[in-house]
């Protein structure tokens, strides 16, 4: 008799919702997720209204919002912001702090790749560290580009979290073995013991797995109809005021990562 195979619905994106599901409990303690200083406050202001302007009661979509940093961040600037993700874990987190700050923030359920937003409807859109993670980005592009306004703007903050540098991996090795000696001090608390392997499985998995470069990310933006496309790889000063809250051989070694934000326009639709 055959042995009849068995069927599953659980694909990798339940594993990715499932992992920062967990991930939520502890994803603020890590630097270069929550901002830790008003300093580094400053310089994400920066990067912001360089690429996307004031608010100025403009609407915003945050996608993967995760906690609500980046949402708040955008609130500061004068944007009507919603966020959006998928992990309901994440989502408790943002809606405690907006509601322990006092912000008009919403937040709710959603999927990055496939919104359920009406078309034409926001004038700018913002994520950070979400490319690297989609499973399916040429759908997810040509959905962003639906939901924005004509001549709205895009803004991807992300890196190629896969490839490292020699000079990265000896810095690390280096910083690893000063923390074991109790020489240096240890890394904050990033993902709940035995994550990692689960991590890495993921990224081996997704379209970027072999790196999100941003060319590549530029891309595949110009195919979906995206216009004006800048890469910005000048974000030294938010990638100063993070390092000095890790141990600074794990500051030098975050500086050398491929670390970009893109700014894409959506056409404004002519008459004919």
């Known amino acids: 008799m055959t ?3 068995r069927l599953s619905n659980y694909d990798l994106r339940d594993e990715i919702k499932t992992y920062w599901s967990v991930r939520a409990a502890t994803f603020d303690q890590s630097p270069g997720h929550e901002i830790f200083s ?3 406050r400053a310089a994400w202001h920066r990067l912001i209204v360089k690429h996307l302007g004031k608010g100025d009661g403009r609407s ?9 940093v980046v949402s708040h961040l955008m609130d500061d600037l004068g944007f009507k912001v919603t966020g959006l993700d ?5 989502l408790e987190r943002a809606r405690d702090k907006a509601k322990i700050r006092t912000r008009n923030i919403t937040f709710r359920i959603g999927d990055a790749e496939n919104t359920m937003e009406p078309d034409d409807h926001y004038d700018a859109i913002i994520n950070r560290h979400l490319v690297w993670t989609l499973v399916d980005p040429v759908n997810a592009f040509a959905e962003w580009l639906r939901v924005l306004k004509p001549g709205g703007t895009l803004l991807v903050i992300d890196g190629d979290f896969v490839n490292t540098t020699v000079f990265e991996r000896v810095l690390m090795k280096i910083a690893g073995w000063g923390q ?3 020489l240096l001090k240890s890394d904050p608390l990033h993902a709940p013991p035995g994550m990692m392997e689960t991590h890495r499985s993921i990224i081996s998995r997704v379209y970027f797995s072999q790196g999100a470069r941003a060319e590549a990310v530029a891309g595949l933006l ?6 004006n496309i ?3 790889t000048d974000l030294g000063d938010i990638h100063r005021t993070q390092a000095k809250h890790w141990n600074i051989l794990k500051g030098m070694a975050r500086a ?4 970009y934000a893109i700014r894409a326009i959506k056409p404004v639709q002519r008459s004919t």
């Open 256 to 259: 050398t990562q491929h670390r």
């Open 86 to 90: 998928w992990a309901e874990p994440m």
């Open 230 to 232: 800048v890469i910005d």
């Open 3 to 5: 042995d009849t195979p």
């Open 180 to 182: 074991r000696c109790g």
């Open 60 to 68: 915003a979509l945050d996608l993967a919002s995760g906690t609500g």
């Open 38 to 40: 008003e300093e580094e």
């Open 222 to 227: 110009a195919a979906a109809g995206f216009e």
